[in-house]
């Protein structure tokens, strides 16, 4: 009993069934938005780049911080698992890995000014989004990886299913329930959350907050490293603007999703949720009749009326609680 | 009214009144110029201009500044307010679809057959709602600054895209496309270098010669002592969000007419290269630091970064590195002085200083 | 009542500090810490505010480093570099102010970084949740372990705090004021809980500032003043007036007095002032020329009183008027401008703009008078202000844009005053005005806000210092739990009879 | 002050140096048609450059055609982000004696020397609308996936596409028009949002080499393989494997590097004051042979060229 009214009372429940009300405003116009396989497939496929950050981003904001550069380390990581393509014949597992631990590079490399410096993460990564995504910029040029230099068993995986799966899927599915299940389940994981509920009283409890902090940049930056290999695969073709953007998608998807952007409250399910609900909407727009060019309006609506309906909530129980204590006393 | 003589507690009466010279300042004048954290900055400025006249060809140009001035006028007119809000400790990350916003009224209103400076004025209001509605959404309902404009940023953008589709309005009088790319005569100084000059003299004066602006320092360095202090948080930060608006409206106006087209995705991703100018030039994130010369200047650097580059024919994107570099460099270094000044401070006493209640 | 029948203790104590001394910046916290605790001992460590107590407590925890001295645990020196090496060695610390993780629910605030655990490292939510019962109850509280920590009241966060330490199950635990903000029936299971663990032989050290709970639960006292040690004394062996002369240093009566003033007519007019849950009609009266002292235990609710009176609280009912004319509430800005001035509990937070210069704190709240036609100020006009002030409170710095930051507690304290006189106020609110700063810069203060009186200010000094208030005030209000318990006239104002109002306890 | 920068470049005293202006860089498209520029200018002894932006914006191009002017070039060959933006940079330029050449893109008339139309807007829009139809045996609904909201020869194109298909294909119907911002991600998604959108979709065009790719890559991988036939402008190379495994039938596209060539051989003329871009002007351009200035100062490449299983295998661009 207790865990089912967590569930209704949770604040995923409330953003899925808003995902939930669109997919089937959608399909109820338009069948073959979800009863049709390649339907059901982008529904499946479209959003899970942006669910891989958002879930990273998610991790790193439940400490208090924000990674601004998740987009760039896309671009890196993107050009340099096609460049390896193009130019080599290593196996493309391989080249999988060699591109999400140069996401965790380039993760670290912001987790470490951040927490040996001492130094805001805004502007860390607001600095490093230039310096990565410049770097990438020297690098690619006018260059591009066309389809035609991808090895087309690893480019099956952008559309490859598994018993009608999208394997991309799955493997973000993995992703997700893993960072789910260590956040919740484990020592390390609730340390987030404390970290970014008070850091300074968590260093008065003697928590290893810069480590934890470090981690979860690394973290991120390595899922933006899947998330850049998976654009390989998914889009084939790869210039030096591979993922610029992404960054504001993923905060928006955490912020939609209930993370709170000053830590210590949130999900990465929610995160999830949200990048599903910030994608499909995209999609599901000029189903509904609405001009694309409004979907940005309707985004920003929505990450507006998240936090606001966030802050109520909070007012809310504040309220029940305080009540509670004076019946008490 | 009783007048309180402030009392001269009678034992110490004749130590008060030797104590009566307190210098005002603990360093010689040329230390506190040139040991303030914006000195740095304007410095490299200097630097990258002399090192860019001696080697790029063509830098030394004054059409160079014609362009600079004109490419940065955007940057340079929002970077102001943007300078304010983040020492009150917020931030607004919706200034560029603000401009946005405000090309694409322009645009619908002159293809309505509006009078100019009346869809001018329109602009100006939509962008002051639009500022307001980010102060309301961070002052009244108490939501977070950075979260709020990231909405923003998203929702401005998407209505300016909204309003005007797929076209793009060019039909404005000539006169005011004229006045945008128009110089100083008799020099090759854009006009518009008059109105930046002009709102830079005012923000300067209201951020550090008004009660207004000792306001906005002490909200920035301690809430709780400027709430103490009879100093009216809410509507300081309410003011200052009208005012980016305003002046993002206004910058969108300028772009609209440089460029002689109005576009709903005018000016995307402007506002990072703002923040980072604002924080180039040595603007605390945390609030309650820095001054608006050095603000001017960091933007400048980037500006005159970005034309040397292009003119020694490297493409324009090295500047990214270089702006990214030099942001996170500034930001460590102001923060390893910080750390010098608390070593120095207990010295002579035990290590470990940073396990003391200085660290944050 | 204190049970003399325990185990014999063992011959190593369980903790022994030798003259421990430590600084922040300019201020020297602790000169000479000295303490000594045995197994199945509580020893209690009194002293005034600012002695040095939490100073003590914090480097036991390994929060902070001692500059010098001697820690020895179980007869062995250590050197704990974090909180976390403390734990480890088995000492839990209760401390002044509650640290939990509002976002967090209360069981997890108890058990972070030592979850039970299942397999493959997983927390184990349920055992989790059943110890967390199994400590409320031995406390005797009702408290939901799923909620979350935000918006506990203070006593509750307490309570929290408490049942972390004992769930260490550790060999020494300190409590520093853990009864600041309980009620009479949590204290007692507080006490009988702290008795248990002594009869298992742990080593307790309590820290408060009511000399009753002392008595009742203590094996032995030690006595700090000023950062040092002064004495350690069996309970049985001792009595309040020794260890309050020892904890003042001197006796109550060369503090400095207040001078005769003749007391005019009424400046402030306070009626029925309730704000719900914190205070509940209030009503007293400053009038010219007179100092009244507002008494209390720490958590009483003085200082909300004093933050409603000034507008930085809002409040839901009654009413302020200054001189006659109603003070509008919520809105400092307006009592300033009506003659009201407060200096603030908390002198780093509230007081001060830490960061911002001598001149510019001295002029922060007469920046609208100082500035041309209320537009334009400049730099030279705050010196020319702020040096006055400076000079007239001999505020010892060595230039106007010295960092406030860096002075002495006493120093910061001449700031935070002069900054308030400067807005010449009728009617001036001090909150803990002398609390943490020397002995001779309260003096300084006694003398200044006597002074202030006699040129017709009237005064609030709202005070945990019974000494101040018994030497200063010329009318003592006190109050206890939200409410004004007792109005005593200077005549009738002793220790015995404030201290009486303000625990309710038949002392 | 013309000398120094890269204007050393000079071959006798007319200044050769002559710089193209993509919409932005890292598209094949553009690489294609600068490299025939490249050739042009090599065969008369110029110096090629290239610069652009990372990202087509509408303002993007302005700083660099500014720095041009600083630089003293001979001529910049500019393909427009935008029809208006680049003018007064433009203007500027041409007053510092530089000359202007748009090719691809136009520039709003007047504010540029001269634009090389790689074909009539009505002779692309009719090749596309005669592609489309015949695939899908005129009649069925079909989608156009353009390039940005705002590009000025893709919305010309298209308005004349629908005039043509209302005039002589009534049985075809255009559901809709979306925009891919010649981004192949964006294009790529809103391929599938078209095909969610219209379950009816029997053809796509796309007037826009890095739509089309975009396009004919999902729907190679998905259901609608054969089904839902996609043609428009694209190079071959980028099409080739789509035209093999059938996904594409046919489509076309004048040769890029050819309209890079004249372009070139354009500016050149301008540069030596053969020609000044009025009508009736004529220049030789290389061996594509002679060109005719029309009516508001454009030069015509020709028409358009279809690409299919029979040919592409002899174009490498
Ligand atoms: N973090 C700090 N920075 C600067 N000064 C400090 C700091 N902590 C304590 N002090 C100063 O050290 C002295 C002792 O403070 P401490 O908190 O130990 O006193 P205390 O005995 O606990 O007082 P109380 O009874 O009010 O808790 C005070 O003057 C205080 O102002
Ligand atoms: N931060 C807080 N959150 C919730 N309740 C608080 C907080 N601070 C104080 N209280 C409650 O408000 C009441 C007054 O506390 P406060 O410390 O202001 O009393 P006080 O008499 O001013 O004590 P002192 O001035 O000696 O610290 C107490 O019941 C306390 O529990
Ligand atoms: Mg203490
Ligand atoms: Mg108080």
């Known amino acids: 009993m207790n865990s089912l009214k967590r569930l209704t009372r949770a604040r995923e429940t409330g953003i899925l069934l808003a995902f939930l009300l669109v997919v089937i405003a959608t399909t109820v116009k338009n069948p073959s938005f979800v009863f049709s396989q390649d339907g059901f497939r982008d529904l499946l496929v479209t959003p899970m780049l942006v669910l891989l950050i958002a879930v990273g981003e998610a991790m790193v904001i439940i400490t208090r911080n924000v990674d601004l550069s998740v987009g760039s380390v896309i671009g890196l990581t993107a050009y340099t698992a096609g460049t390896l393509f193009k130019y080599t014949d290593i196996p493309w597992l391989l080249v999988a890995l060699i591109a999400i631990a140069g996401g965790a590079a380039l993760g670290a490399v912001n987790g470490l000014l951040i927490s040996i ?105 390595a899922l933006a490293g ?104 | 009214m009783t007048t309180t003589t402030p009392p001269t507690t009678g034992s110490a009466a004749n130590a008060a009144s030797g104590a009566r010279n307190y210098p005002g300042y603990g360093r010689p004048f040329w230390q506190r110029l040139l040991l303030r954290r ?60 603000a401009m946005g916003l405000s090309s694409s009224v322009i645009g619908l209103l002159t293809q309505a057959h509006w009078p100019f400076p009346a869809a001018a004025g329109v602009a100006l209001v939509v962008g002051a709602v639009g500022g307001a509605v980010n102060g309301l959404l961070v002052t009244r309902v108490g939501l977070p600054s950075l ?100 002046v993002s409206a206004l910058a969108g106006i300028f772009y609209t007419l440089r460029f002689g087209s109005a576009r709903g995705d005018n000016a995307t991703g402007l506002e990072l ?37 292009r003119l020694a024919g490297i493409t324009s994107d090295v500047i990214n590195v270089i702006t990214g570099t030099l942001l996170v460099l500034s930001v460590i270094l102001t923060s390893f002085l910080a750390w010098l000044q608390r070593t120095r401070l207990s010295a002579g006493r035990k290590r470990r200083v940073t396990n003391g209640p200085a660290s944050s | 009542m204190a049970s003399p029948a325990t185990p014999a203790p063992r011959a190593t104590p369980a903790l022994e500090l030798r003259t421990i001394s430590k600084s922040f910046g300019a201020v020297v916290a602790l000169r000479s810490g000295t303490l000594t605790l045995e197994h199945g001992k509580i020893m209690a460590l009194v002293g005034e505010n600012g002695a040095g107590k939490s100073t003590l407590v914090k480097i036991i925890a390994g929060l902070y480093q001692p500059d010098s001295g001697e820690f020895l645990l179980e007869g062995r020196p250590v050197e704990f570099r974090s909180t976390a090496e403390a734990k480890a060695a088995g000492i839990a610390v209760i401390y002044q102010e509650p640290t939990l993780f509002p976002d967090l629910t209360v069981t997890e605030n108890i058990f972070m970084g030592r979850q039970p655990l299942r397999s493959f490292g997983r927390i184990d939510r349920k055992s989790m949740h059943a110890e967390a019962i199994a400590l409320f109850q031995r406390l005797g509280v009702r408290i939901n372990p799923d909620r979350q920590a935000r918006g506990l009241s203070i006593a509750d966060q307490q309570i929290i705090e408490i049942a ?169 800005a307006a009592a300033m401008r009506a003659g009201l001035a407060l200096v603030p509990e908390d002198r780093r937070r509230e007081g001060l703009v830490i960061g911002a210069s001598v001149a510019e ?69 001090v909150d803990e005005p002398t609390r943490g700063i020397d002995v001779g810069t309260k003096a300084e203060v006694h003398r200044l806000l006597s002074q202030l009186a006699g040129e017709g200010l009237g005064i609030l000094m709202i005070s945990s210092e019974l000494p101040e208030v018994l030497g200063m005030a010329d009318r003592v209000l006190v109050m206890r739990e939200g409410r004004i318990t007792a109005t005593i006239e200077r005549a009738d104002a002793t220790a015995e009879s404030v201290m009486r109002a303000a625990t309710g306890a038949a002392a | 002050a013309a000398s120094g920068g890269s204007s050393s470049g000079d ?116 090749v596309e609308v005669d592609m489309i139809s015949e695939q899908i045996g005129d009649s069925g609904e079909i989608a156009i996936l353009s390039a940005a909201a705002n590009a000025t020869n893709q919305n010309a194109w298209i308005d004349i596409m629908k005039k043509e298909l209302a005039a002589d294909h009534p049985n075809i119907k255009l559901d809709d028009v979306v925009y891919g911002n010649d981004d192949d991600q964006t294009s790529f998604d809103k391929t599938a949002a078209l095909l969610q959108t219209y379950p009816n979709l029997k053809g796509i065009i796309s007037p826009t080499t890095v739509g089309i790719a975009a396009a004919a890559r999902y729907i190679s991988t998905s259901a609608y393989k054969g089904k839902v036939a996609v043609t428009g402008l694209g190079t071959p190379n980028q099409m080739k494997a789509y035209v093999k495994d059938g996904t594409v039938k046919e489509f076309a596209l004048w040769n890029p590097g050819d309209l890079g060539y004249l372009a070139a051989y354009a500016a050149k003329a301008l540069i030596d004051g053969t020609i000044t871009g009025k009508e009736g002007d004529s220049f030789k351009a290389g061996t594509l042979g002679t060109f005719k200035v029309g009516a508001d100062g454009t030069v015509l490449l020709g028409d358009p060229f279809k690409y299919n299983a029979s040919n592409i295998d002899q174009f490498n661009f």
């Open chain 1, 226 to 329: 899947l998330a850049g290999v998976l654009y390989v695969a998914r889009y084939g073709t790869v210039d030096s603007q591979a993922g610029s953007g992404f960054e504001l998608q993923a905060v928006g998807a955490a912020v939609i999703g209930g993370v709170a952007i000053f830590g210590g409250i949130g999900s990465v399910w929610g995160a999830a949720i949200g990048a599903m609900l910030l994608l499909t909407i995209n999609r599901a727009l000029p189903v509904l009749g609405i001009q694309d060019f409004w979907q940005q309006a309707v985004v920003g609506a929505l990450i507006i009326a998240a936090i606001v309906l966030d802050r109520i909530l909070a007012l809310r129980q504040a309220r029940r609680l305080t009540v509670m204590e004076d019946s008490q006393a």
């Open chain 2, 147 to 246: 979260a709020v404009t990231i909405g923003t940023l998203a929702l401005y953008r998407g209505v300016a895209q909204g309003l005007l589709g797929t076209t793009a309005v060019t039909s404005f009088p000539a006169f005011w496309t004229d006045l945008a790319t128009s110089t100083i005569p008799g020099t090759l100084i854009p006009s518009v270098t008059i109105v930046i000059a002009v709102l830079a003299i005012v923000f300067g004066v209201l951020l550090h010669f008004t009660p207004f602006g000792r306001g906005i320092y002490a909200i920035g360095l301690s809430p709780d002592a400027a709430v103490f202090s009879g100093v009216k948080i809410q509507r300081t930060k309410f003011i200052l969000f009208v005012l980016a608006g305003l």
């Open chain 4, 11 to 126: 071959s006798g005293s007319k200044n050769y140096a002559i710089t193209f202006l993509p919409k932005n860089l890292g598209n094949a498209y553009f690489d294609t048609s600068d490299a025939g520029g490249k050739k042009a200018i090599a065969e008369f002894k110029g110096t090629y450059a290239e610069v652009g932006p990372a990202t087509a914006a509408p303002d993007a191009q302005v700083s660099y055609i500014n720095t041009l002017t600083q630089k003293q070039v001979g001529a910049i060959v500019l393909s427009a982000d935008d029809q208006k933006a680049p003018c007064s940079a433009i203007n500027q330029a041409q007053k510092a004696g530089v000359k202007v050449v748009t090719f691809d893109s136009d520039t709003a008339v007047g504010c540029r020397d001269l634009f090389i139309n790689q074909a009539t807007a009505d002779g692309i829009a009719k």
């Open chain 3, 164 to 332: 972390k330490a004992i769930s260490l199950d550790a060999r020494v635990l300190i409590m520093d004021e853990p009864t600041a903000a309980l009620s009479g029936v949590e204290v007692d299971r507080l006490f009988a809980v702290a008795r248990s663990l002594r009869d298992e032989g742990r080593a307790l050290l309590f820290i408060s500032h009511r000399f009753d709970e002392v008595f009742a639960l203590c094996d032995s006292v030690t006595v700090m003043r000023d950062g040092a040690y002064i004495s350690t004394a069996k309970i049985a062996d001792t009595d309040v007036d020794e260890i309050v002369r020892q904890m003042v240093g001197r006796d109550v009566a060369d503090l400095f007095p207040k001078q005769q003033t003749t007391i005019g007519d009424v400046l402030l007019d306070v009626k029925g002032l309730t704000s719900a849950g914190i205070f509940d009609d209030i009503s007293f009266q400053v009038r010219s020329g007179e100092i009244v002292g507002l008494a209390g235990l720490v958590g009483a609710g003085r200082s909300e009183v004093a933050r409603a009176v000034f507008g930085v609280d809002g409040y839901d009912g009654g009413t302020v008027v200054l001189a006659g004319s109603r003070v509008p509430g919520h809105d400092p």
């Open chain 1, 117 to 221: 410096a001492k130094v805001p993460s805004l502007v860390i990564t607001l600095g490093t989004l230039y310096a990565f995504r410049g770097i990438n910029v020297l690098w690619t040029g006018s260059n591009r990886i066309n389809s035609t230099d991808i090895p087309n068993d690893f480019q099956m995986i952008g559309t490859a299913q598994l018993l009608y799966i999208p394997v991309i899927t799955i493997i973000a599915a993995v992703v997700l329930i893993a960072a789910a299940w260590y956040l919740r389940n484990t020592r390390g994981g609730r340390e987030f959350y404390a970290i970014g509920s008070d850091p300074d009283a968590a260093n008065l409890y003697g928590l290893k907050v810069g480590r934890r902090v470090l981690l979860a940049f690394i973290v991120s930056g």
């Open chain 2, 38 to 97: 914006e000195a740095a900055i304007i410095g490299l400025l200097v630097v990258v201009i002399v090192v860019a006249s001696a080697t790029v060809p063509h830098f030394a140009a004054p059409i160079t500044y014609n362009f600079l001035l004109l490419d940065m006028a955007p940057v340079l007119l929002i970077s102001l307010p943007m300078t304010l809000i983040i020492i009150t400790g917020e931030i607004d990350l919706s200034v560029a679809s």
């Open chain 2, 273 to 309: 290269s703002v923040v980072a100018a604002v924080l180039l030039g040595g603007v605390s994130i945390f609030g309650g630091r820095g001054a608006l010369p050095g603000v001017l200047a960091g933007a400048l650097v980037i500006g005159v970064l970005a034309s040397a580059l």
């Open chain 3, 361 to 429: 704190n001295l002029t922060i709240a007469i920046r609208q008078r100082l500035s041309a036609a209320g537009l334009f100020i400049t730099g030279r006009r705050e010196n020319e202000a702020s040096r006055v002030w400076a000079s007239r409170l001999e505020v010892k710095s060595s230039a106007l844009d010295a960092e406030v930051g860096t002075f002495s507690g006493g120093n910061q304290q001449k700031v935070v005053l002069a900054k308030w006189l400067a807005t010449e106020p009728r009617v001036l609110i």
